[in-house]
């Protein structure tokens, strides 16, 4: 079976300061995509940031970037200068090419940024 | 290009009654996801449909799901009748080839 967990439930960070949310996942493929999407409080869900296992270099979005261990399954968010509207749920995500297009989900961090 | 558009926002019902919630995909995407959010199970994969087609199904709850897709550009999940437990947030999601998906803004359904 596929999985994705996040260890954390809840995490909060200061205004301009950096965080890092956690996350481990478990497949037995060798080819997948990595994603990391946003639910603020509108819901609606946005891709933040996505990671071909294929490909050793971190993959980097303006303020987010990743740090993906293959070996050790890990594929964790850092989130620097973080900003009020980063105050979300994050989830992070996998999809292997034999199970098609289907994303697997972990069950979410939620992050609030303080002022 | 305007995203996944679903349709309506909130819906609120009887039990007993039909629901239909409906999107609109990406133009040009060629896979099709319906997805449901709970508080209890996340988010949970529905039905994926590949060309309009339906592809998997395992995750459709029972028999009072149903799900369709005429043509590239609409899709609708229905539920009949509809019960309290189906409450959710119910998302529709796009995609080419390339793997990623874009959410819709998703529906919010209560069922009384």
């Known amino acids: 079976a596929q999985t994705v967990t996040q260890s954390q439930p809840e995490m909060s960070v200061q205004e301009a300061e950096t965080v890092t949310l956690s996350c481990t996942y478990d497949?037995?493929?060798?080819?997948?995509?990595l994603f990391w999407y946003k639910q603020p409080p509108s819901r609606q869900m946005i891709l933040v940031i996505r990671q071909e296992a294929y490909k050793q270099q971190n993959a980097t979005e303006n303020r987010f970037s990743v740090n993906f261990q293959k070996a050790a399954k890990s594929f964790s968010l850092k989130i620097s200068d973080s900003q009020l509207g980063d105050t979300a749920m994050y989830f992070c995500?996998?999809?292997?090419?034999?199970?098609?297009?289907?994303?697997?989900f972990g069950g979410g961090t939620r992050l609030m940024v303080k002022p | 290009d305007a995203g996944v558009i679903q349709s309506p926002r909130h819906e609120v019902t009887e039990m007993g009654q039909e629901v239909t919630l409906r999107c609109k995909p990406i133009?040009?995407?060629?896979?099709l996801f319906w997805y449901r959010q709970t508080m209890m199970r996340g988010l949970e994969l529905l039905i994926y449909?590949?060309?309009?087609?339906?592809?998997?199904d395992s995750g459709m709850p029972e028999d009072r799901f149903s799900a369709k897709m005429p043509n590239a550009s609409f899709s609708t999940l229905k539920i009949q009748p509809s019960e309290p437990r189906d409450s959710a947030v119910y998302f529709c999601a796009s995609a080419r080839d390339e793997n990623i998906q874009y959410f819709g803004a998703g529906t919010r359904l209560s069922v009384l």
């Open positions: 133009s040009g995407h060629n896979s």
């Open positions: 995500a996998f999809i292997t090419n034999n199970a098609g297009n289907m994303l697997t």
């Open positions: 449909f590949n060309n309009n087609v339906p592809i998997d």
């Open positions: 497949t037995s493929e060798s080819n997948y995509y």
